[in-house]
């Protein structure tokens, strides 16, 4: 899910409930694709409670236009395998019974 | 429509007028955070020739105005808490320029400490750990992202894929900086390295290998500053503030609208040179706050010395070490000098130094217009000075 703004049209991310782009607050929610293209990522060698290193943390561009914090899952953490702008789509990790966390894995290419 | 202001009337209207660091920085489990505000303090106004009984404005970062007042035994007129990361120190001398300028204030007193190695004092960037129910919390922190090596490194990242920039180029810096950090007597590290050197330590968070990330230490640094007038009677020659700028942007890196560029750098660094009037090429000497070895990089991208994209053919062949012809975080920088949390300070220290041409083995030659420069927190915040000594006016 996302949010739109109804006054400027736009998508945004993070949630909150006045448009970050013109301050509207008539903004509501919708179901977002959960593709997008990585924007940026690194490779953390640094040991994070909950992660198994190294793992990768990466910033996805979603097709609705807003980017978010995520991790890459389903591939390697090799800089020679993560390309940035390259597709991922959404995969979801129920990280407790209450928190379920948006990362995202690779689209193989040619796929839809 | 009122006159735009530029702020080209309060060039040269206030200097910096004593500089020092806390009594020893590097490993310092005997001191406490606001232990090296204080050291620092005491050594900067001696370096004035003034006491703490001068002050009073006071203008700090990490701790607040009121610790550190109580901590140093002064009520202080005016005090500025402006907190946005590394670069507070450097938008603080744009307060400070405001605040006497407007005569409200006649000395202002700078401070920074951290104890980010030893952790004694509970206060400084950090220390303070990231709400769960923040933003941050919510939505950065929970993919593992605790930790400027591994957010401060996604700009980096992007860069190299629009750019072409490698991270042997990052490497450069950190070679050329090490080699300024040999004739500092303060510096942390000082035997000399090489690009394989930095490519083959180990890995923190790829595109970063540790030799292209700071250091983790205690230091404290301060700065007193007066207007011009009362800078000419003095101990010290003035160096004075013929620029500054500032800028504040998003707060979460994944916020950062174009990753390869600063929007804040962009728009402090623009304010310092249109306020200073000097040109790029009048710029004798640089302190261009190298968290990481790309940070630097970046910076000289927004301020304007090089086209977007161009940092990484600039630094390379030792272009900003010893000899030069781009003398760059001439103290050894946050890489091999000393990196507390929030290294701004030492940029002014340092440059307030050269155009004193008191840096000793390091002093660049003819060292007369300078920059000091910083982003704060994950290049949230940028903050800029640019200062010359009397010969600038």
Known sequence: MLQRCNACGQAYYYPRPICPHCMS??????????????????????SQPGFEVPYVIAV???????????????????????????????????????????????VEQGQP | MPPSITGRDLRGSVAIVGVAESNRIGIRPDASALTLHAEAAKNALADAGLGIGDV?????????????GEYLGIVPRYSDGTSVGGCSF?????????????????????????????????????HRGIPPDS???????????????????????????QYGTTREQMAEVAVSTRRWAAMHPMA????????????????????????????????GGAVVMTRADMAKQLARSPVYVLGTGEGTEHNMVSMMADMTSSQAARLSGKAAFDMAGVSHAEIDVAQLYDAFAFTPMLALEDLGFVAPGESGPFVEGGRTGPGGDFPMNTNGGGLSYTHSGMYG?????????????????????????????????????????????????
């Open chain 2, 135 to 161: 933003p941050q919390g919510q939505f950065e922190a929970p993919f593992g992202t605790m930790g400027p090596p591994t957010l401060f490194s996604l700009p980096a990242t992007r860069h190299m894929h």
């Open chain 1, 25 to 46: 607050d008539d903004v509501h929610w919708f179901q977002a694709s959960g593709k997008g293209l990585v924007y940026s990522f690194v490779i953390c060698h640094r």
């Open chain 2, 56 to 68: 009073d404005g006071l203008f700090t970062a990490g701790v607040t105005s009121v610790q550190l």
């Open chain 1, 60 to 106: 996805v561009e979603l097709e609705e236009g807003p980017r978010m914090m995520t991790n890459l899952v389903g591939i390697e953490p090799d800089p020679e395998l993560i390309k940035c702008d390259s597709p991922v789509e959404v995969v979801y990790d129920d990280v407790t019974s209450d928190i379920t966390l948006p990362k995202f894995r690779p």
């Open chain 2, 345 to 393: 300070m030492f940029t002014l220290i340092e440059l307030t130094r050269q155009l004193r041409g008191e840096a000793g083995d390091r002093q660049v030659p003819d060292a007369n217009v300078g920059i000091a420069h910083g982003p704060g927190g994950m290049f949230s915040a940028a903050g800029t000075l640019i200062a010359g000594n009397a010969s600038a006016l």
């Open chain 2, 188 to 219: 942390m590290m000082k035997e000399p390295i090489t690009v394989e050197d930095v490519m083959a330590s180990r890995p923190v968070c790829w595109p970063y290998s540790l030799f292209m990330c700071c250091l983790v230490t205690d230091a």
């Open chain 2, 90 to 126: 450097i938008i603080h001398v744009e307060h400070a320029m405001l605040a006497l300028e407007a005569g409200i204030i006649k000395v202002a007193l700078i401070t920074h400490g951290e104890s980010g190695r030893s952790r004694i004092g509970g206060t400084g960037a950090g």
